[in-house]
């Protein structure tokens, strides 16, 4: 049986052509971008961080459309 979720395993997200059209827009290439989430991946499972502790630490950030320095 196969584990159905919303988010994107790291090869999903690597070979997505709209992130991958991000990324060229962006300036960044691709291996950076993989470095970047195998690093994330890494910390996350060293910290035993799951996703709602993410969630957590952002909750102290303004609503989207504020701004940070007003």
């Not at 395993?9 to 195998?38: C, H, K, S, W, Y």
């Not at 961080?49 to 303004?62: C, D, I, Q, R």
């Amino acid at each position: 049986m196969k584990k159905i979720t919303d988010d994107l395993t790291m090869n999903e997200a690597l070979q997505d052509p709209l992130i991958a059209q991000v990324l060229r827009a962006d300036g960044v290439r691709q291996e950076d971008f993989r470095r970047l989430l195998e690093t994330a991946a890494l910390k996350m499972r060293a910290t035993g961080s799951a996703k709602s502790n993410f969630l957590k630490k952002l909750a102290p950030l303004p609503a989207a459309g504020s701004c940070l320095y007003c």
